[in-house]
């Protein structure tokens, strides 16, 4: 190929380049910066000067990384890379086969000169994607706000259903456009790899502490539930609502509608819809208002839904973007019911009144605990082996809810687009 020079290994790369992307999994950012930047010795003989000179990062290069969560990918610049080497990184919200045409590419400038950002910025420019300048803590501040407690409220769902080896669409009470979308998310966070979710979760230093509060909500409300507090209850579900969905609660700019929300469903049963107290969407509003975070001021990295088609959504289950779009339709969800008064009001009264779901509620807090306690403590394999284990249960139905999946997203974003 015209103008590529394809070099021995990665350290005569990173000696001869004067622009460097990593673009590797955030866990494994620092071992391969630490391989490829300097080439650190405590030994000063001509040999060990020699490998330094080497194998060190050019000097004035710039360098970036790709990673989804960025404070891992800082930590492991600042730790070895060379101090006259300037840092300037990047993250493209959208899958290898989207056209890049009008997605969001956040743009990080974490230790350069304006020229050389300017310098990037035009490397850049021939993708024609919409720049969102960030630092490494808004990054992933908003990166956990739009993902780390949406993943944690699905993954606990899937588990909870197969603690009561439920298959949700196979009963009756599963009836119903929220429960399509619980439904046919949750498969399709499954279907993926463990590790899409667990880096995010461990690594982001946000994610933790919102994952933490999440299962807290989901605890305190169960709990009230439990004891009939129904005054109490009232007060705390409506306060997190108003404070969160501050601008009204009339239906006339709901992103969802129940025309678009009932299309989608894996199951045969009845029509009938069956009273539910949405505990997770509950403690969901519960967790924003708790962390003081306004969903919608997050819209900013949100993927636009023009370009995307069915096709192109296969292409998107392993990347941001997905996880913005399964943010978006989160967020229209719990709107949804928070901004319907007379939904709401059903919602308490069948969490007081109501025992048809305590079992399945009683799961989903043990498992929303369980999840917390996995990323508490930064446990990798734990992570996997729940994952997997789930995943495997759930996999006969996998084909059916993606393809499903595939087009109810394709469908519900476009209305949100369109409001």
Known sequence: MHNVHIEQNGHLVSRSSDYIIYSVEAEA???????????????????????????????????????????????????????????????????????????????????????????VEK??????????????????????????????????????????NQFPWEINRYVGGIENVKINVTLRIYSNKWHVYAGLAILNPAAKNQIRQYAQSVT????????GRREELESRVKTAGDAVFRFGAGNEDLLLRDEVLDRFSLSKAPKEKTPNNHLSLLAMVDCWWKLDIVPYDHMICSTPVSPITVNSLDSLQHNDSDSQQLFRLWLGVTEYLFRKPSLLDEVITTAIEDNTFRSDDLEFTFAARGWSDCVSFGDFSSYRDRFEGIQAYFAPRFPEATKLGNEMIKTILEKTEQG
Request: aromatic share 4%; proline share 4%; with cysteine.
């Open 29 to 119: 950012i620092d071992s391969i910066v630490a391989m490829y930047g300097p080439c650190k010795s405590t030994l000063r003989t001509e040999q060990a000067l020699k490998a330094l000179t080497v194998s060190a990062t050019k000097h004035g290069a710039i360098v970036g990384g790709q990673t989804s969560c960025k404070a891992p990918e800082m930590s492991a610049f600042e730790k070895h890379l060379p101090s006259d080497v300037e840092i300037i990184s990047c993250h493209s919200l959208h899958g290898p086969n989207v056209d890049p045409k009008g997605q969001p590419l956040v743009l990080i400038k974490h230790r350069a000169s304006q020229q050389s950002f300017e310098l």
């Open 123 to 164: 490397i850049l420019s021939c993708f024609n994607s919409k720049h969102v300048h960030l630092t490494a803590e808004q990054h992933d501040r908003i990166t956990a706000d739009t993902q780390a407690v949406t993943h944690a409220a699905f993954l606990s769902m899937g588990t909870a259903w197969r603690a009561n």
């Open 220 to 227: 305190e409300l169960f709990k009230l539930m439990l004891e």
